[in-house]
């Protein structure tokens, strides 16, 4: 697999494709609502990406950017394989990935500097960035959104949009450096592990869902009608895992019967372990389960 995402005109993402898997996606565009690709690492380094555009007969234009505006370039080629093995090879960051092709600079204009926000401003929404970092679950886009007006009072924001995405980019690009030296299986991964066997198994189960147990509760529901029945926990749950209190998961079957609440529960708690998770619920239904996370360490991959 190839650590990118592909995102398509028609909205589609594809996330860590084979080779294979990129080659037909790159055959495949040409016309109607299919006509470019754009090409993001995962996790994604902003301002750093690699795109195609393809319709009809016309050639493949190449792009790629390797940091502001003024390092972007293109070319055309002819070939939709030799494009895959541009991309491929950029995905690899192979050496000489770029080789062998005339690339020529859009000459774009530099982006102008935007002024930090007042000190005591930025000291507070660095804070705020770092936690939603770390609790890994945000995309650059999401989290440039959410710090734009996280620190509102009286309907006013303190920083513009502009900086909200200047401090963003800077901090995501400083976690996931971070994040290239862990090593080993951390309970983030364990959950995650946890949570895809669930998944698999017909149940509903979802991370970092809604901003609370009732609107969980609530919204779980519409999820998907196939499903046997549920798990998830919200997003106070995440703030709590990063700040080291653990997490609160709550579950039940969508014939809303006790008995099927509680085959779900010990279901749940069941994959929790075999994940090599720690377990703290006694077996009563209307309890949540209560899931140590110590080593909250999770991978950004917007």
Not at 85 to 105: F, L, T, Y
Request: net charge negative.
């Amino acid at each position: 697999m190839l650590e990118i995402k592909v995102k398509t005109e028609g909205t589609e993402t594809y996330t860590r494709p084979t080779a294979d898997e990129l080659t037909d996606l790159v055959l495949g565009i040409g016309g109607g609502r299919n006509r470019f690709l754009v090409v993001q690492r995962v996790p994604d380094r902003p301002g750093r990406f690699v795109q195609v555009w393809h319709e009809g007969d016309g050639p493949y234009e190449l792009e790629y950017r390797a940091g502001g505006p003024g390092d972007h370039y293109r070319t055309e080629v002819s070939a939709p394989e030799r494009v895959a093995e541009v991309m491929a090879g950029w995905a690899r960051q192979e050496e000489d990935w770029d080789a062998g092709i005339g690339w020529e600079s859009l000459g774009l204009p530099e982006a102008e500097p935007v002024p930090a926000p007042e000190a005591g401003v930025l000291a507070r929404l660095e804070e705020v960035v770092r936690a939603q970092l770390r609790g890994g679950f945000a995309t650059v886009e999401t989290l440039i959104e959410w710090a734009a007006g996280c620190l509102t009072e009286d309907g006013v924001s303190p920083v513009t949009a502009e900086q909200a995405r200047a401090v963003v980019e800077r901090l995501w690009l400083e976690r996931v450096e971070e994040q290239e030296s862990w090593t080993g299986v951390s309970d983030a991964d364990r959950l995650e592990s946890a949570f895809a066997v669930l998944g698999a198994a017909g149940l509903t189960a979802r991370q970092n869902f809604t901003c609370c147990r009732s609107c969980g509760m609530s919204e779980v529901w519409a999820e998907d009608e196939s499903a046997r029945g549920f798990v998830f926990f919200h997003s106070q749950g995440t703030a709590s895992a990063v700040s080291g209190h653990g997490l609160a998961l709550y579950y039940g079957g969508f014939d809303d019967s006790e008995e099927t609440t509680s085959a779900t529960g010990h279901e749940v708690a069941t994959a929790l372990r075999d994940a090599g998770l720690a377990v703290e619920w006694d077996g009563d239904p209307s309890k949540a389960i209560e899931v140590a996370v110590p080593d909250w360490r999770r991978r950004l991959v917007g």
